[in-house]
């Protein structure tokens, strides 16, 4: 059950990332799950795991690095900003 839970809050993490860079349009279920469970991976082995936790991710740390990872992975392969 918790590998669910991860799942879940690993694609609300990705979804957050993609708004916040407004380059998540173009993101499937499985990016945003991808994007926030890496994002959350280098968040965390940046800036530590602090803040508030759900399902073993820190949430803030986690959003800040899948935003970083969202901007460069859209930088790489060239995608623009929604309006």
């Given at each position: 059950?918790?590998?669910?839970?991860?799942?879940?809050?690993?694609?609300l993490i990705g979804l957050a990332a993609g708004a916040l860079t407004r380059r998540?349009?173009?993101?499937?279920?499985?990016?945003?799950?991808?994007?926030?469970?890496?994002?959350?991976?280098?968040?965390?082995?940046?800036?530590?795991?602090?803040?508030?936790?759900?399902?073993?991710?820190?949430?803030?740390?986690?959003?800040?690095?899948?935003?970083?990872?969202?901007?460069?992975?859209s930088l790489i392969f060239g995608v623009k900003a929604e309006r």
């Amino acid at each position: 059950m918790h590998w669910i839970w991860v799942l879940i809050v690993g694609g609300l993490i990705g979804l957050a990332a993609g708004a916040l860079t407004r380059r998540g349009g173009s993101m499937g279920v499985i990016s945003n799950i991808v994007a926030g469970l890496v994002g959350s991976s280098i968040g965390e082995a940046v800036l530590g795991a602090w803040g508030p936790q759900v399902a073993g991710m820190a949430i803030i740390p986690s959003i800040i690095g899948a935003v970083i990872l969202v901007m460069i992975v859209s930088l790489i392969f060239g995608v623009k900003a929604e309006r």
